[in-house]
Structure formats: structure tokens, C-alpha cells
């Protein structure tokens, strides 16, 4: 999941509501200030939200205890495993936002996931690119985990074909009770990051919606063929009835962090909705094909035209006058042609008019 920080405001407007200011905050960076460092990798910034602390916390705490202490075990493979997952996720968006000339240098983890701050060119094919880039990562480790897993004696199924409802049932397997109490932790934890790798994976593309990958990769890839804001409109409405869809899976499976993350899918795909009115529809970086975009779109780029060449057509005329009032002060009115003097009544009525 990556926050691509571009500057969706220009147009003015923003609102004030809750979520709005949360938004705000993140492209600030200002949730930074909530967090605590955890080291740098290729040059990008790595920091854990207190959120993501107290909820790893809370994890571990009530896993103590449970079945004789191997609950705490697997329950801290889970979630090292996870945070493995996630930080090479957001890597790989900051290597792609890098690799098309962006800027990408802080990563933030929290629970509900991983926040790259990248700021690629604006263009859909670099954002295309960008956001691809995490995915990509996923792609690139799900043969390589199989691959470690299968040589090391791993029955297919459980790396081929599996319930992904019911992961425990896999790790309770004869495979990974076998040998040392070492060997079965290394073989857990080595499954766990196989298998979270591809629930990401999936999760984050499949399901149309902000600011996941799989929203912002249909938003993008609509962006380079129908224009920005149709695009937009297209893969936020996509992203809100998503959300309502998983949010009810989560109700009726009772699964709270899915219904966390439905909810803020949802919120954000309405909120990513609402800006598509407050941007400048003249903005250079909005660049679908030509005579592909709204006709709304296409008035306000044929208005700013006009007011851009009334202006120039005001600048001549200004610095005409001023040449023509230099005349009559050093030859006089009678030296004025008949041009000269219309411009100077031209102008004349324009500056009454105003």
C-alpha cells in the first residue's frame, strides 16, 4: 500500500472534516512525529507508528500463555513475519517511484499496513510504475519462498494448495513437527512470510480500492486512456462499493482489522473522490489522450485559454498605449493615425469600464 504524496489541492478547497486533516497530516508527513525510528534501509527512512507498536504489543500479550508457550512463538513469527512482508512491499514502491526520476526516501509501518511517501512525476505512467513497484516485490518473492520451502522437504500441498482461511492447520502438519524445536520455528516462520507474502499480494490487487494497489493500478492505467478524472471517478466508485462489499464479509465472518480496513478503503475512495472537483483541470501532469476527456474538462481548458490570451491581447495593448501617450507628449495629439487613436479610445473605455 503505498501514499502517493501528490498534490491533489491545487485547486483550492479541502475541507475540514476528521479525514481530511488525518490526509493532510500524512502528505505533511506529520504522523512521523507519532512514530519512532527502526532504521534505514537503501537510503529510505523506516519508522513504526505507535499504533503499529501498541497493536504488535497487544498481539504478543494476549498470545502468552497459550498452548504452553508456542502460541507467543508463533504469534511473534506471525508478526515478524509480517513486518518483513510489508517493509520489502514498500521498498519496492520507493526503488519504482526512484527508478521513473521520483523521490521516495521514508516508509512508515503501521497496523494497517505500510505507507510509502513517494512523489513520482506526475504522469500516469510513472504513478502506473510506482505503485506497481510493491507488487512486484510479492510477485518476485512467491517462487523464491516456494522454492526454499519445497527443497527443504515441504509437501506440496502445503505450499501449492491450501485452505488460506485456515493457515494453522497447515504449520500443525507432520512436516513441521518434525525434527528439533528449531527446525520446526524456522520451518513456521519461513511458511508464515511464503504465506503472507501471497495474501498481500492478493489482498492489496485484487480488490479495487484506495489506497490499495489494486485501486490505484486500475485508477492509473484508466488515467493513460480516458484522462484523469474519469479515470478517477471510475476507480473511486469501483473502490466504495468494494469496500461496502468486504466491509459485510467482515461483519458477517466477525474479522475487526478487516472491517478496519474496509472502512478506511472506503473512506479514502470517497474522499479521493471528492478531490477530483478541487483540482486544476489545466494542469500539465493531467495528460490522457487527446480528446479522450470530460467535456467538463475540456470548457475549463478552452476558458483558461481565452482568459490566458485576453491577457496577452491586454499586455500589447497596454504597451501600445504607452507608446502612443509618449507621442502625444512630444508631437501632440494631431500627430496620432486613426489605428493609434481607436487603440487609445479602446483603451480608454476599457479602463472606465473596469
Known sequence: MGWEDRDYDRGGGGGGGLWSRIERALSRGDLFSWSVPAGRVLGIEFRLHWFFLVFVIARLLTALGRDGGIGFALEAAFMSALFLIVALHEIGHCLACRRVGGEADRVLLWPLGGLAMVSPPQNWKAAFITTAGGPAVNVLLWPILGGVLLLWGAPVASVLWFNPFDPASVTSGPWFNSGSSFAFYAKVIVWWVYFLNLVLLAFNVLLPMFPMDGGRLLQEFLWGRIGYARSMRIATGLGMAAAIVVGVFAIVFEVLLLFAIALFAGITSWQ??????????????????????????????????????????????DAEVDRILGKVREDGIGSLSKREKATLKRATERQRGS
Open 272 to 317: 479521493e473522490r471528492q478531490r477530483v472537483g478541487m483540482i486544476d483541470p489545466n494542469d500539465a501532469w493531467r495528460d490522457g489522450p487527446v480528446g479522450t476527456d470530460d467535456p467538463s474538462e475540456a470548457r475549463f481548458r478552452k476558458a483558461a485559454e481565452r482568459e490566458r490570451k485576453q491577457a496577452e491581447r491586454i499586455e500589447r495593448e
